[in-house]
């Protein structure tokens, strides 16, 4: 295996939780909520699939219950934000405060046991294409999952009548209750997929990324993948940009440090946020294009009038 | 069975009281659970983690101790929310304040004089609000996201600290611990009174909290923030200009946090380390909400948070557990504060049956 496929196949592992954390973020963000809680239920994630692979051995009841994890923890922010209309900047931060305690709660037992490494999936003749081959057929289910996913979503937001519903929720909730749709009903569902994502997303960090659990591992993702559904101006495909583009940024400090450069490794650990902001303040500065591309409602709690 | 919302006609001034009460009694019974999913004796617990650090002189000096940063960021938390400016930095905002305060104690050791005390002061504010002077530049001039940016600039600030301590700043007499040099006495801030360590820290909380309360209440400025936080639209008619009021709310509660970091410094840890909060600037958005942005209110809920720190430490000792409860405490906490809140503008009503039942039965 050559250099370049090495290096690309870590931007991939790195890329991944934040493609598949930012992937359910946007649809939740399409229906009108901001779940500002993506770091909370990816750490819970994290510390449930990790727990539930060293208890049965197999990483794949590891992944279900990373899933069910992360979409069972944002019921509490469905059940706060949209049946008791609390404000969701905070329920957001309150349930990313109470994902890092509970999870650093439930694994204690856990640190430091070395976990089980999700396993290759090699499809057989596409992995012996030179070069691509390696890179793209023989990687873990989560991956598949997370490219199965971008597409899914993009199917289900612009090709499905579902989605157009979705997102006529997210851009006036007002104007689609008018037409009978249930508003709650699709935001909480919404909100449920966004959970399940991060989840999932939390599972490939304690699964595949480094497969033992350490407290604070998810160290900020959920919010770069916030920041990734700003990037991609809420269009499914361009998740992927962005999320290998932050994959590279975030380990090129290892190969900086590879090859003897003297910069002191604090400096590029910081290097991702760095590049959150650079990349945001080059997204938001056009007003007018935010305002066309940005979900009507999102932020805005709804009370059915009745 | 449904649950469903009717709005009150007025503000329910008897739930925006209550309601922090009936937030913290659910902590403690859903606490107790936890306690006794933990095995241990819910009632000994929570009494350790609640009421013993109160029965001790030393231990309500160590509440002062931990209550004064949580209250001097929260006061300044409290204004940007109030006026929908979302700076959830200040963990960032603390640690360059402390950074900014500690340059004389660390580069300009030599240098001892009764100035160095203020000009610390005045140092960790300022960079503390030019820390928040970044969000707030990028949301008032290129318009992006000042959460998100307020955020990344935490992991900023913790970096700059961690290269810090581990390389221009560390001790050189220090066997090569990542630490600064000790603060000398100058440096330090005093006792605020002679029974135990509690310093001006908890002092400069109060005086922050009295004077925002006054703001708030009895000024233009005041009502400048109010009028924006609940309505932009509303504001431009009045005059406001929304763009320096997220200068304005962005730069205080930064100095603020900065004032905080280096008062943390000087006060307790008297030196520079990777590690210098518990993340204060976190649990002080709990502070904020649970003083339900009210200055004084906030008073009471940093002592109350304070106290699940000391109460963190004390449960560790007293039933060998860790110290993992407290942040689960928090959040908790913060959680029930925002369902509670809801008692103040609607009433609840809980439905039931199911309404698609019965549509047939006339327009509602």
Partial sequence: ?306 | MRIELERRPDVSKLFSILSPFIALGLTLFFGGIMFMMLGKDPFAALYSFFIEPLTEVWSLHELAIKAAPLILIAVGLSVCYRSNNWNIGAEGQFIMGAIAGSILPVVFYEWQSPLVLPLMMLLGMLGGALFAGIPAFLKAHLNTNEILTSLMLVYVAQLFLDWLVRGPWRNPGGMNFPETRTFDATAILPEMIASGRAHWGFGFAIIAAILVWFMMRYTLKGFEITVLGQSQRAGRFAGFSSRKMIWFSMLLSGALAGLAGIAEVSGAIQQLRPVISPGYGFTAIIVAFLGRLNPLGIVVAGLVLALTYLGGEAVQVSLQISDKPIRVFQGLLLFFVLSCDTLIHYKIRMMWYDLNDTTGEGAR
């Fill in chain 1, 1 to 306: 295996m050559g250099i370049y496929e090495a290096i690309l196949l870590t931007v991939i592992t790195a890329a991944t939780p934040l493609v598949l954390a930012a992937i359910g973020e946007l649809v939740t963000e399409r229906s009108g909520v901001l779940n500002l809680g993506v770091e909370g239920m990816i750490i819970m994630g994290a510390a449930c699939a990790f727990i539930a692979t060293q208890l049965t051995g197999s990483p794949y009841i590891g992944i279900l219950a990373g899933i069910a994890a992360g979409a069972l923890f944002s019921l509490l922010f469905g059940f706060l934000t949209l049946t008791l209309v609390a404000n969701q900047v905070a329920t957001g931060l309150a349930l990313t405060i109470l994902g890092l305690g509970v999870s650093s709660m439930i694994a204690e037992p856990y640190l430091g046991q070395s976990g089980i490494k999700l396993p290759q999936i090699v499809f057989p003749v596409l992995s012996d294409i030179p070069f691509l081959g390696a890179v793209l057929f023989k990687q873990d289910l989560i991956f598949y999952l997370s490219i199965a996913l971008v597409a899914g979503v993009n199917w289900f937001l612009f090709k499905s009548r579902a989605g157009l519903k979705l997102r006529s929720v997210g851009d006036s909730h007002a104007s689609a209750h008018a037409l009978g749709i249930n508003v709650i009903r699709t935001r909480y569902l919404a909100v449920m997929f966004g959970g399940a994502c991060a989840g999932l997303a939390g599972a490939q960090l304690s699964l595949v990324y480094t497969p033992q659990w350490a407290e604070n591992m998810s160290a900020g993702r959920g919010w770069i993948a916030l920041a990734l559904v700003v990037f991609a101006s809420w269009r499914p495909w361009r998740i992927i940009a962005g999320g290998y583009l932050f994959g590279a940024v975030s380990i090129s400090q290892l190969y900086v440090q590879a090859r003897g450069i003297d910069i002191p490794s604090q400096f590029l650990s910081a290097l991702p946020y760095l590049a959150t902001i650079i990349v945001l303040i080059l997204i938001s500065h056009n007003r007018r294009t935010t305002l066309i591309n940005t979900p009507a409602s999102l932020g805005k709690s709804f009370v059915p009038d009745r």
